[in-house]
């Protein structure tokens, strides 16, 4: 199931895999895992486990806290985007338009 958390997890480890010039059967070796698997993690179809992620982390030499802290920004951020949506919605669509 592709979640906004997948998603943004995705896009922080693809990220980071070009920024440090891999390839993804690289980070699948790196992650004992396949790089179709890698690829599936990058797209946010499937979730990859805390585990994985700290071990990627930890051999790129990442700390966690810059992570979470990525991961907060942009949960911020589309709940953001998700309320101006919204509020843009009430005030602009004549079936939300309140009298």
Known sequence: MNTIVNTLVG?????????YGMTGAEVGKLLH?????????ENGVNTISLNLVLLFLDKLDLSVESFFIYLLKEIENDIKDN??????????????ILV
Request: with cysteine; hydrophobic share 20%.
């Open 83 to 96: 309320e101006k949506n919204i509020k843009d919605c009430l005030y602009t669509d004549p079936k939300f």
């Open 33 to 41: 895992v396949s790089q179709q698997q890698v690829s599936r993690y």
């Open 11 to 19: 896009n922080y480890l693809k990220s980071k895999r070009i920024e």
